[in-house]
């Protein structure tokens, strides 16, 4: 059955260090999205793709997160610099995105914490 | 405004109990979906409704698409189904969730 990849599965980094993590969608699927999902909260959507084009990244901190999507594949989100309130889990779902087909396919996660 | 609550936020039954997980949306949500999400795991998707009930094993969720509810039933619980139970909803056209807060389901041997 295909999934969602993810990798790392953990990260330790100090803050002010630069960290990345990598999400290969389920092939085909057109949607992608970040979430990042603090300890005992729900998923906060960071960024959605359609493709290789943002859809939504309206809650992303632009000051030190990016994402990309170049190819509209396999997908990176950066952190620069991290600091100690991005310890987290930080989710990659994808989802086929043509009309009807909008369920979601979550990948088992980053869990990153920042020293 | 898209809304999902969601409740029990905490759950507690022993093995073997019926145990119900309840979830109102509003206006605008087209599809409910049920997800599990396991301490410091990732999330699985359990369930995709838009209408009536469907059964997985020991789950079944039903959806009343007037009263806007829907509700997630676990038969015969057992110490593995706990975890975290989330609804989210999903507007079509968007392709985005929307959240409930999750309910924490420990089931005791």
């Known amino acids: 059955e295909a999934e969602v990849a993810q990798s790392p599965r953990y990260k330790i980094t100090e803050k002010s260090q630069a960290v990345a993590f990598w999400c290969d969608p389920i092939?085909?699927?057109?949607?992608l999205y970040w979430y990042r999902q603090i300890l005992g909260q729900g998923p906060e959507l960071l960024v959605q793709?359609?493709?290789?084009?943002?859809?939504?990244d309206s809650q992303l901190p632009k000051d030190r997160f990016s994402a990309e999507r170049l190819k509209g594949v396999d997908s990176t989100l950066k952190i620069q610099p991290a600091e100690l309130g991005d310890s987290a889990m930080y989710l990659c779902?994808?989802?086929?995105?043509?009309?009807?087909?909008?369920?979601?396919?979550f990948g088992p996660g980053t869990r990153l914490t920042v020293t | 405004k898209n809304e999902v609550e969601q409740s029990p936020q905490n759950l507690t039954a022993q093995e073997g109990e019926f145990i119900t997980i309840n979830c109102s949306y509003s206006?605008?949500?087209?599809?409910l979906h049920w997800l599990q999400q396991h301490p410091g795991g990732g999330i699985v998707s359990l369930f995709m409704?838009?209408?009536g009930k469907k059964k997985h094993g020991r789950l079944i969720a039903t959806i009343n698409i007037q009263e806007k509810h829907s509700s997630l039933h676990i038969t015969a619980s057992h110490p593995r189904d706990s975890a975290v139970y989330i609804c989210?909803?999903?507007?079509?056209?968007?392709?985005?969730?929307?959240f409930g807060t999750g309910t924490r389901l420990k089931v005791l041997a």
């Open positions: 779902a994808s989802s086929p995105g043509t009309r009807g087909a909008y369920e979601q396919y």
């Open positions: 092939s085909g699927h057109a949607t």
């Open positions: 793709f359609q493709d290789e084009s943002v859809v939504d």
């Open positions: 206006v605008g949500i087209s599809a």
């Open positions: 409704l838009s209408s």
């Open positions: 989210a909803g999903s507007t079509s056209g968007t392709y985005k969730y929307i």
